[in-house]
């Protein structure tokens, strides 16, 4: 079993900054790939970004890129997600995600261990 449980969330103005962390705990932790979705108030639940076990890799979704940075301690377990200049369209509760296996994956379906959610919101 891994357990994830995220912080950092809270509300911000448009163009601020915020730092989400997920803290993991459990056997061979260190071997799973994490990622980051998020889910609007009546959307699905989106990919937003990953980094691989080792941490050397990343990915992300588009509508992130050059903003949001993923990274990882190994040390403490932990995955933190940096986000600048943020739109009011990136309000949502964002969540952290573990995974073994192929990577990167960007399909809710194929993870297994998710946290409970920190909400994040992006007043104009």
């Known amino acids: 079993q891994v357990q994830l449980v995220e912080s950092g969330g809270g509300l911000v103005q448009a163009g601020g900054s915020l730092r989400l962390s997920c803290a993991a705990s459990g056997r061979t932790v260190n071997t799973y790939a994490m990622s980051w979705f998020r889910q609007a108030p009546g959307k699905e639940r989106e990919f937003v970004a990953s980094?691989?076990?080792?941490?050397?890799?990343?990915y992300y979704a588009d509508s992130v890129k050059g903003r949001f940075t993923i990274s990882a301690d190994n040390p403490k377990n932990t995955v933190y997600l940096q986000m600048n200049s943020l739109k009011p369209e990136d309000t949502a509760v964002y969540y952290c995600a573990a995974k073994s296996g192929s990577w990167p994956t960007t399909t809710t379906r194929h993870y297994v261990y998710w946290g409970q959610g920190t909400q994040v919101t992006v007043s104009s």
């Open positions: 980094i691989n076990w080792r941490g050397d890799m990343t």
